[in-house]
């Protein structure tokens, strides 16, 4: 069974936000206005946050739901619309959440975010929405779910083709899109792979990794 996991290498990254337009895009994730986002309601699985970390000070890191193995957020959900499945990946069933946002007040890292109104979209964007993805209805907590359509996508490909999975099968949306090669995605537990290998390193750090959260999003400190 793979352990999905997320390195993201603050050396290379820019902070040009092409991975938070691909999530957005992939995940059909509605657009802000400038009154909710005043409001603090801001719309997006993905930010680039002012990073206070050793070796980060000062720079602007991508920050998601970290998909913890021991996800605070999970123990709180009262219907277990979010729960850990058997692969590390912190889900979401839309259907079964009530809106309680107990989750998101759990969360410390401030990745959950609640739709606080009806989504929409411009009409000549309606046909660009990815038909893979479920639109959200006002009223639920969503979250970065590491494009998890995705792996089902490849699994049935694979499956169709005779053939286990390979690791370049399954690569999110942030991952695939990010210009500077910053995001390595792929199995932690896998040994032979180079995002176990770049999480095993010197330079890899876990954002508030002291909470004890272990989340399965780690980040490669600048200058080493």
């Not at 290498?9 to 009154?35: G, I, M, W």
Request: hydrophobic share 35%.
């Amino acid at each position: 069974m793979s352990r999905w996991g997320l390195v993201i290498d603050l050396d290379r990254c820019t902070a040009c936000q092409a991975c938070v337009v691909a999530c957005k895009h992939e995940n059909n994730v509605s657009f802000s206005t400038p009154t909710t986002t005043k409001a603090g309601r801001l719309m997006t699985w993905i930010q680039l946050v002012a990073a206070d970390a050793p070796g980060a000070t000062g720079t602007a890191m991508p920050l998601m739901c970290q998909h913890c193995d021991r996800p605070p957020c999970t123990d709180v959900c009262p219907t277990s619309a979010t729960y850990l499945n058997p692969e590390g990946i912190v889900a979401q069933v839309y259907p079964r959440c009530i809106g309680c946002r107990y989750c998101t007040n759990a969360c410390p890292y401030a990745v959950k975010v609640f739709n606080w109104t009806t989504p929409e979209w411009p009409d000549a964007m309606t046909p660009m929405m990815n038909p893979d993805v479920s639109v959200r209805p006002k009223g639920v907590v969503e979250k970065c779910t590491f494009c998890h359509h995705r792996l089902m996508a490849a699994r049935e490909r694979a499956r169709a083709e005779g053939r286990d999975l390979a690791p370049e099968d399954y690569v999110p949306a942030c991952v695939q899109t990010c210009p500077g090669e910053a995001m390595v995605f792929g199995d932690l537990d896998d040994p032979h792979s180079e995002v176990a290998a770049l999480a095993a390193s010197a330079r890899a750090f876990r954002w508030m990794e002291e909470l004890g959260t272990k989340p399965k999003v780690i980040y490669l400190r600048e200058g080493e």
